[in-house]
Nanobody, 124 residues
Framework: QVQLVESGGGLVQAGGSLRLSCAAS????????MGWFRQAPGKERELIAA????????YYTDSVKGRSTISRDNAKNMVHLQMNSLKPEDTAVYYC?????????????????WGQGTQVTVSE
């Protein structure tokens, strides 16, 4: 069983930056694709960034592309999401997720393990 714990969320002003982190334990971290999802109030959960098991392939949804960087450290069982130029519409609960696939751009159903989420609030 894989456990995922997110950290780094909080309140930030528009234009600011945050670095979200996800610590994984259990399982074989280096074999899992990792993704960051977010869910805003009244909206569906969406995949915003993903990284392959090796770290060599990344994916970003259009709304965060150019402002965000996903990275992983397989030696430390960590995945990070650096978010810059934050906007109020980035306000959401952010979830880290692990997939048994090597890489997936897919929906939440492609991911098998989830963290509890961390709140990001961007003020005007």
């Amino acid at each position: 069983q894989v456990q995922l714990v997110e950290s780094g969320g909080g309140l930030v002003q528009a234009g600011g930056s945050l670095r979200l982190s996800c610590a994984a334990s259990g399982g074989t971290f280096r074999s899992y694709a990792m993704g960051w999802f977010r869910q805003a109030p009244g909206k569906e959960r969406e995949l915003i960034a993903a990284v392959s098991a090796s770290g060599g392939t990344t994916y970003y949804t259009d709304s965060v592309k150019g402002r965000s960087t996903i990275s992983r450290d397989n030696a430390k069982n960590m995945v990070h999401l650096q978010m810059n130029s934050l906007k109020p519409e980035d306000t959401a609960v952010y979830y880290c997720a692990a997939s048994l696939f090597y890489m997936t751009y897919g929906p939440g159903a492609d991911y098998h393990y989830w963290g509890q989420g961390t709140q990001v609030t961007v003020s005007e």
